[in-house]
Each structure stands twice: as C-alpha cells, then as structure tokens.
C-alpha cells in the first residue's frame, strides 16, 4: 500500500484510499458512483442537496463532506439510502416548478437524470405550486428562479477575474432567490453566462441565445446515464 493510503471498506469490499479525500471521492476512484447535486470538481464541498448521505456505522452522513479513516465501514447502497435519495428528488420536484419537457437543460439535466437513475415516479409530496418570478433583465443571462436547487455551484464555482463572488442569495427559507452582484467586473460578461449555465446541475442559469440545439436522443445523459462514466471503471470492486 503507497504512502499516504488508507484502507476501508466500501460495500463490503475493501478499497485503497488517500488520506484527506472525501467519501465520495475515494469511492469515485474506485469505481463506485454517489450521486451528489452540489459537489463539482476542485470546488470546495458543500453538503447542501444531501443526495451523497451513506451510512457509515450505522450513522448516516454526507459523503462529500466526510473524509475517510482508516478502517472506516461505509454503506452506500443499501435499498434504505436509495429511497432516501428518490425522496430527496421528489421534495426538489415538487418544491420547484420543474417542468422537463420545455426545460433548456432538458437531456443535461442532473437532477431529472438522477430521477430517472432512481425511477422516480410520482412524487409521494405534494406540489407546492411556488410562486417565482424568472429573471431575465441581464444581458447574457436568465435567472430562472422556479428550478433553482440552492446547489451554490455558481456562487463558488463561477467568479471574476479578481477572485470577488459574483453569484450570492438573497432572503430565506421559501423567499430564497440566486443574485447576481452587477457592480462586480465580469459579473455581466457573456463568459460569465456561459461558464454559469455549464456549471448549474439544472436549468436555473441559462445563457441567453439559441437553445434545443441538440436533438432528443444525442444530449448528454440520453447518451450515458448519470454516474455510468464512474461505474465503468470498476475499480477496486
């Protein structure tokens, strides 16, 4: 075992680790997928959607904000976690006004892919029907509140040249809305649009411009099912 690494055991199968990673960073270089909404990349790990939870000793915890220990025992999908996660997405469904079929980001789409990787049907809660304005007073981008998840993705992920925030919330609990500081430079930029709309997991930023380019049957996760770029890896399993 290289120096550094740790052990533990991941579904029952014991797996190398690097100390310091996150639950699911080492089960993802180890081939086991766990969905997450607002991990991305090198971005720092945030906890907010909860759909990484995994049990580890019987406790359940996010698996994008806990870091491995040698010997640790994590439980990733047990049928338990699995409805825990299908009632994540149909609170997010049912909170929002996710209407896929006329969606933008519709086939690109994280939270619907992850819907269907968990065969979500019919939400077991009812709709709120929430009342939100779209936003689309700036140059080169929509705010369309009604599908935002509250991932942060855009507040840490997309910033100006300067390191300043660009993106921030205002007001809280059902009042929440995504905000665009315009005093910021770049925040009006069309690489700031374009860079927004790729890192959003849903269709809450969209560029402004030509949409449903791509046809039905070619867009990303038509193609590939979410998290099937992890699985086939297959290692350590």
């Known amino acids: 075992m290289e120096q550094g690494a740790i052990q533990i055991t991941l579904n029952g199968v014991v797996i190398h680790a690097k100390d310091g990673q996150t639950i699911v960073e080492a089960a993802r270089e180890n081939g086991t997928y766990i969905p997450t909404l607002c991990d991305f990349k090198s971005l720092p790990p945030a906890g907010t959607c909860r759909m990484c939870t995994v049990q580890v000793g019987g406790r359940t915890v996010s698996g994008c904000t806990t870091p491995v220990t040698n010997g640790m025992v994590v439980e990733s999908e047990s049928p338990e976690l699995a409805d825990l996660r299908r009632g994540i997405i149909e609170m997010l469904f049912v909170e929002g006004n996710h209407m896929c079929p006329s969606c933008e980001k519709s086939g690109d789409c994280e939270l619907q892919a992850l819907a269907y990787r968990y065969r979500m049907d019919v939400p077991r809660f009812p709709f709120s029907f929430t009342d939100r304005s779209i936003d689309a007073s700036l140059p080169h981008l929509i705010l369309e509140h009604n599908r935002c998840i509250q991932c942060l993705r855009c507040v840490r992920g997309v910033k100006a040249r300067g390191g300043q925030d660009i993106f921030g919330f205002r007001n809280r609990g059902r009042e929440i809305r995504?905000?665009?500081?315009?005093?910021?430079?770049?925040a009006l930029s069309d690489d700031t649009a374009i860079r927004a709309e790729a890192i959003c997991p849903v269709?809450?930023?969209?560029?402004?411009g030509p949409h449903y380019?791509?046809?039905?049957?070619?867009?990303r996760f038509d193609l590939t099912p979410i998290g099937a770029d992890v699985d086939r890896k297959g290692g350590g399993q």
Request: hydrophobic share 35%; no cysteine.
């Open 178 to 186: 995504i905000t665009v500081d315009t005093t910021v430079p770049d």
């Open 203 to 208: 269709g809450a930023l969209i560029r402004k």
């Open 213 to 219: 380019l791509t046809p039905i049957g070619q867009r």
